[in-house]
Structure formats: C-alpha cells, structure tokens
C-alpha cells in the first residue's frame, strides 16, 4: 500500500505511448488528449476553451488557477486535429448535444483509451500532458525557461525546472557532450592530424 504523499513524481508520457494514444483514440478523447498536449494548460482550462478564443493560429487563454492571460500558438497536430472536429457548441470540447464537458467525463474519455491493450499508459495520467508538453519545450536547441513559461504560464523558473527539468538536462547534456566531439576533431595549434597523442596535445594547448 503507497503511503499518503508518497507518490512518485509525475513523468511526461514517452513518445511511444504518446503515439500508441493518438492511434487508439476515439475524437473525442483525441480531441482532450491533442489539447491537452498541444496548448501545454490544465485539464480545467482546456475544457473552458471556446470556439471564439481561437484566431486560426493560436487560442486565447485565461487560466482559472492563476488568472494569467496567455496566447499559445497551434501546433500543426492540433491545427489538424481541430480542423476535424464537428463545432457542436460554445466549448470546443462538447458532447453531441453541445453541452460542455465536465472533468469527470473528459476522465473518463482519456482512461478507457490509457487502459487499452494498445496502449497501456495507465502510469501516465491527464497532468502529465503538462509535463509532456514543457519537456517537449525544454528538449529543443535554443529553448530557454522563459520559452517554457510562455507556454505553461509558470511564474518561476522552479516550476519549470519541476516540470521539465530531467528534459532541460538531457538536452543541454547532449548539447555540451556533441560541442566535445565537434572540438576534439578540431586540432589545437601546435598540433597535427598525425599526432598520435591527440588528447595530450589539446590539454597542453589549454594549459
């Protein structure tokens, strides 16, 4: 039995399961699961979104936790999977008879598709969409924390590093390791390409 407040740390959903989703989902847990992941916002706020708050490129948020205002641009797999979706009522996130969706439900629509045999990603719950998204951020050359924050609409750089520190790290850890590599085959002055002692001849170079 897991002790209360003993949880282990959400992790965004790994690109395989993320991808076994997307190919089992019904529309309407597609539709939860692409916003979800696409805008980076909480399950509250992705099932306020309007028809109206949507300019073609991008969609207006106002974050019911925070209040913060934001516009987050459409990836090109929400822009295709809105493009899809039937307009049944004011949210963009409807039932058939265009009454809005409550959380309970969109649950319900994203775990019959987490259990499935396909896809096994009962580990990997609603909010860790969030996680997914500003890992997706953080992982990419040249991103910074502020990029991140706009986006997720954090205020301190310790909440994103909670959110997507591991990716940040990855990602900056591969950036160091590959500027190694492309400087090791960069002989120093005073060195040869036929120098055997390569490595010795750098450090006397730096020394």
């Known amino acids: 039995m897991q002790l209360k407040g003993t949880r282990p740390p959400r992790q965004p959903w790994p690109v395989e399961k993320i991808e076994a989703f997307r190919k089992a989902a019904d529309p309407q847990a597609l539709l939860v699961f692409d916003l979800l992941l696409g805008t980076g916002q909480r399950i509250a ?11 073609g490129a991008g969609i207006a948020v106002k974050q019911s936790k925070t209040g913060a205002l934001l516009y987050v641009p459409l990836t090109r797999t929400l822009s295709q999977t809105l493009s899809r979706t039937p307009k049944r009522g004011l949210t963009i996130v409807s039932q058939e008879n265009g009454r ?5 439900l969109a649950w319900k629509w994203i775990m019959d598709t987490r259990k499935l045999e396909v896809v096994q990603a009962e580990a990997w719950d609603i909010h860790s969409l969030r996680h997914s998204a500003a890992s997706e951020i953080a992982a990419l050359p040249g991103m910074t924390t502020e990029h991140v924050m706009a986006i997720t609409g954090h205020k301190s750089s310790a909440m994103v590093h909670h959110y997507a520190g591991a ?4 990602a900056r850890a591969q950036e160091a390791q590959s500027a190694r590599e492309k400087q090791e085959n ?4 005073n060195c040869t390409k036929n ?6 001849c750098i450090v006397r170079n730096l020394t």
Do not use: E, T
Request: no cysteine; net charge positive; hydrophobic share 35%.
């Open 100 to 104: 809005s969706v409550g959380y309970n």
């Open 167 to 170: 990716a940040a790290q990855k």
């Open 186 to 189: 960069i002989a120093p002055p």
């Open 195 to 200: 120098n055997l002692h390569k490595y010795q």
């Open 45 to 55: 706020d992705v099932l306020k979104m309007r028809w109206s708050d949507l300019d």
